[in-house]
């Protein structure tokens, strides 16, 4: 086993606190760091969480891809749920937005307030 431990994954935004307080209520997690510039949230139980940076010269990702040079995704979230209806429509109450390209029926692609792409998906029925 390493001895390393992955603790967080830190996205940047404009406002680490309002990004924070959009996956607190979008994933039910709570809050571990809260400091002017920083907010770690997490499982209530324990468990990697998500920390959260405010970057003043923060430019948002591009999804889908673009040319060369451009801006890119460079990374993003996947969200497992049971009811890809019920939970796009709850994301999107909680301040995402609906991307405009979508690649696949079992999956939505959705930008987070700073606009950050994210999925929400439901795993194939066995």
């Known amino acids: 086993m390493s001895p390393t431990k992955l603790s967080a ?3 940047d935004a404009p406002d680490a606190h ?4 959009f996956y607190m209520r979008l994933l039910g997690f709570v809050l571990r760091t809260d400091e002017p510039d920083w907010v770690t949230i997490g499982p209530p139980g324990g468990g990697t969480g998500l920390s959260f940076q405010t970057e003043p010269e923060y430019v948002p990702p591009i999804w889908p891809t673009r040319g060369p040079g451009e801006q890119q995704m460079m990374l993003h ?46 795993r194939a029925a066995q």
């Open 9 to 11: 994954v830190v996205l």
């Open 18 to 21: 309002r990004l924070a307080d």
């Open 77 to 122: 979230l996947d969200i497992e749920v049971d009811d890809l209806h019920t939970e796009t429509a709850r994301a999107l109450a909680e301040g995402a937005r609906l991307a405009d390209h979508q690649p696949q029926d079992d999956v939505r692609v959705l930008l987070d307030p700073a606009g950050h792409p994210f999925c929400l998906w439901v």
